[in-house]
């Protein structure tokens, strides 16, 4: 198949609309059925996203913003600006709160909490595409873990539930629950006996994703004194090998100064923050090649007296790439700074949000995507979800 020009078609949708921006697509999708079939198909959309992986400086970035009570969706370039808000989750009256869990393919998941239960929506910020996961009750146990992301070789989202249940006064069994969205079902995958003190929610209670299907937590043991980073593999549907913490971290004379504060993902890196007791600084340090000690690198020092005047350390959210800029979130106080690595200076990262709204915010960075969800239905048929302020993105 040719077109006026000569071009292949084929050519054309294998090599030329796999490159486009998600929002040029979406647009695309209104010039004709053909078109809209072509890229609403599963094998586009994996096209798609491959060559998103490959390169991707071509990903357009959103800034999540996340509350207790509503999530706002930001766009975000390279060069330390934002634009309007482009849609508004709310919660309904029947839950207590909500939070997102995480992202996977520029996916959310989000987690709406209602006293002893949770129930679990996915939603695509740029189709303005939801749907809803049917409820996961909490006689599991207590103390769970969330965590969200993409199993590839079977074209499956998934969210995994870590949760402890208690068998007597020194041990616990913690049991790995999981949800397939192809399914439509939960199962345990996994149950192991642990110590009553072990705790996954050591350091964040939602799963640091990386390569779309290794979720991590850190969680404490007691008895050793130390942290540790678990792995799940959401394709291989089991726990894998412990991620290392850099190698000073198990220096005792480093643990006596150091503490750990927080734990996530950016640019495609596992990081930590570090806070330093005696020197009053926040360290973030990245690990640049997965899985190997010694790619462990530090990215930034911020001193306490520089960082806003804070105590209780910072949150890393962002890179950019083109500048040597980062954005920061202050831990407990739930502002955001653009950060200067080179010179030190900062300044207050400016959002369009109702004064409320800065309690308890968490960040999170999304791609753009063209991910379609079955059974799915647009933001404007719920009751959870507010209408945008501006245009779709």
């Given at each position: 198949m040719r077109t006026h020009k000569g071009l292949d078609m084929d050519v054309i949708l294998v090599e030329i609309l796999p490159r486009l921006p998600a929002k040029t697509l979406i647009r695309f999708?209104?010039?004709?059925?053909s078109l809209n079939s072509v890229i609403s198909s599963r094998d586009f959309v994996r096209l798609y996203l491959r060559h998103q992986s490959l390169s991707p400086s071509a990903t357009d970035k959103c800034l999540i913003l996340a509350g207790h009570h509503r999530i706002n969706c930001y766009q975000f370039d390279q060069h330390a600006t934002t634009t309007p808000t482009t849609f508004v989750y709310s919660k309904t009256s029947r839950h207590e709160e909500l939070a997102v869990i995480g992202t996977s393919n520029g996916l959310l998941c989000i987690r709406l909490i209602k006293e002893n239960f949770s129930e679990f929506s996915i939603?695509?910020?740029?189709?303005?595409?939801?749907?809803?996961?049917?409820?996961?009750?909490?006689?599991?146990?207590?103390?769970?873990?969330?965590?969200?992301?993409?199993?590839?070789?079977?074209?499956?989202?998934?969210?995994?539930?870590?949760?402890?249940?208690?068998?007597?006064?020194a041990v616990k069994t913690r049991i790995t629950s999981v949800y397939s969205l192809n399914?439509?079902?939960?199962?345990?995958?996994?149950?192991?006996?642990?110590?009553?003190?072990?705790?996954?929610?050591?350091?964040?209670?939602?799963?640091?994703?990386?390569?779309?299907?290794?979720?991590?937590?850190?969680?404490?043991?007691?008895?050793l004194r130390k942290h540790r980073i678990g792995c799940f593999d959401i394709c291989k549907n089991k726990w894998t090998d412990d991620v290392l913490l850099p190698q000073f971290y198990y220096d005792l004379t480093w643990q006596k100064k150091i503490r750990i504060v927080d734990f996530g993902v950016v640019d495609d890196c596992l990081f930590l923050t570090f806070m330093d007791r005696i020197e009053k600084r926040d360290d973030v340090w990245v690990m640049k090649e997965y899985g190997v000690q010694e790619s462990w690198v530090r990215l930034l020092s911020i001193p306490d007296f520089n960082c806003f005047q804070i105590r209780g350390?910072?949150?890393?959210?962002?890179?950019?790439?083109?500048?040597?800029?980062?954005?920061?979130?202050?831990?407990?106080?739930?502002?955001?700074?653009?950060?200067?690595?080179?010179?030190g200076g900062h300044s207050e990262a400016k959002f369009d949000v109702a004064p409320d709204f800065w309690d308890n915010i968490h960040a999170y960075m999304c791609s753009r995507s063209l991910v379609h969800l079955p059974g799915g239905q647009l933001f404007e048929h719920s009751e959870a979800l507010c209408k945008s302020s501006t245009d779709s993105l």
């Amino acid at each position: 198949m040719r077109t006026h020009k000569g071009l292949d078609m084929d050519v054309i949708l294998v090599e030329i609309l796999p490159r486009l921006p998600a929002k040029t697509l979406i647009r695309f999708k209104s010039v004709c059925k053909s078109l809209n079939s072509v890229i609403s198909s599963r094998d586009f959309v994996r096209l798609y996203l491959r060559h998103q992986s490959l390169s991707p400086s071509a990903t357009d970035k959103c800034l999540i913003l996340a509350g207790h009570h509503r999530i706002n969706c930001y766009q975000f370039d390279q060069h330390a600006t934002t634009t309007p808000t482009t849609f508004v989750y709310s919660k309904t009256s029947r839950h207590e709160e909500l939070a997102v869990i995480g992202t996977s393919n520029g996916l959310l998941c989000i987690r709406l909490i209602k006293e002893n239960f949770s129930e679990f929506s996915i939603l695509n910020p740029t189709t303005r595409n939801y749907r809803c996961i049917r409820t996961l009750h909490e006689e599991l146990g207590v103390g769970h873990s969330y965590g969200f992301g993409f199993d590839h070789v079977n074209l499956d989202y998934i969210i995994v539930v870590v949760s402890d249940h208690h068998n007597n006064s020194a041990v616990k069994t913690r049991i790995t629950s999981v949800y397939s969205l192809n399914k439509n079902s939960w199962s345990v995958v996994n149950e192991i006996a642990v110590a009553a003190t072990d705790t996954v929610e050591a350091v964040r209670r939602y799963g640091v994703l990386i390569d779309n299907n290794l979720l991590h937590w850190m969680s404490w043991i007691p008895e050793l004194r130390k942290h540790r980073i678990g792995c799940f593999d959401i394709c291989k549907n089991k726990w894998t090998d412990d991620v290392l913490l850099p190698q000073f971290y198990y220096d005792l004379t480093w643990q006596k100064k150091i503490r750990i504060v927080d734990f996530g993902v950016v640019d495609d890196c596992l990081f930590l923050t570090f806070m330093d007791r005696i020197e009053k600084r926040d360290d973030v340090w990245v690990m640049k090649e997965y899985g190997v000690q010694e790619s462990w690198v530090r990215l930034l020092s911020i001193p306490d007296f520089n960082c806003f005047q804070i105590r209780g350390g910072i949150n890393l959210v962002a890179c950019c790439q083109s500048s040597d800029t980062v954005l920061v979130r202050l831990r407990y106080s739930s502002r955001l700074f653009w950060h200067n690595k080179v010179d030190g200076g900062h300044s207050e990262a400016k959002f369009d949000v109702a004064p409320d709204f800065w309690d308890n915010i968490h960040a999170y960075m999304c791609s753009r995507s063209l991910v379609h969800l079955p059974g799915g239905q647009l933001f404007e048929h719920s009751e959870a979800l507010c209408k945008s302020s501006t245009d779709s993105l």
